[in-house]
């Protein structure tokens, strides 16, 4: 069974730093692509990150390119995702989520998702 567990959201500053941590189990990161996913109440969840061994490089929303870092630990089957130079926009509910292949934004490439962590920026 996979299972997806996201973590480490929480309230920092504006221009502070968060780590959020996505647990996985279930599924091997060499046949996989694992994606953040954003939501803000109101709005669609939208991709902001990806990661995928057969994918080439990792993707990024232009809203985050160089502000967050995705990264993985195939030793702890975890994908995390540095934010750093938070904004208040980037407030919302993070999600993780996971599927054979290679990355996508697309909320229907993704059959895995984790429970959402909350993610408040204060300005």
């Known amino acids: 069974e996979v299972q997806l567990q996201a973590s480490g959201g929480g309230l920092v500053q504006a221009g502070g730093s968060l780590r959020l941590s996505c647990a996985t189990s279930?599924?091997?990161?060499?046949?996989?692509?694992i994606a953040w996913f954003r939501q803000v109440p109101g709005n669609e969840r939208e991709g902001i990150s990806c990661?995928?061994?057969?994918?080439?490089?990792?993707w990024y929303e232009d809203s985050v390119k160089g502000r967050f870092t995705i990264s993985s630990d195939d030793g702890k089957n975890t994908v995390y995702l540095q934010m750093d130079e938070l904004k208040s926009e980037d407030t919302g509910v993070y999600y993780c989520?996971?599927?054979?292949?290679?990355?996508?934004?697309?909320?229907?490439?993704?059959?895995?998702w984790g429970k959402g962590t909350l993610v408040t920026v204060s300005s």
């Open positions: 990661i995928s061994k057969s994918g080439g490089v990792p």
């Open positions: 279930g599924f091997s990161f060499d046949d996989a692509a």
């Open positions: 989520a996971a599927d054979l292949g290679r990355c996508s934004f697309l909320k229907s490439a993704y059959r895995a």
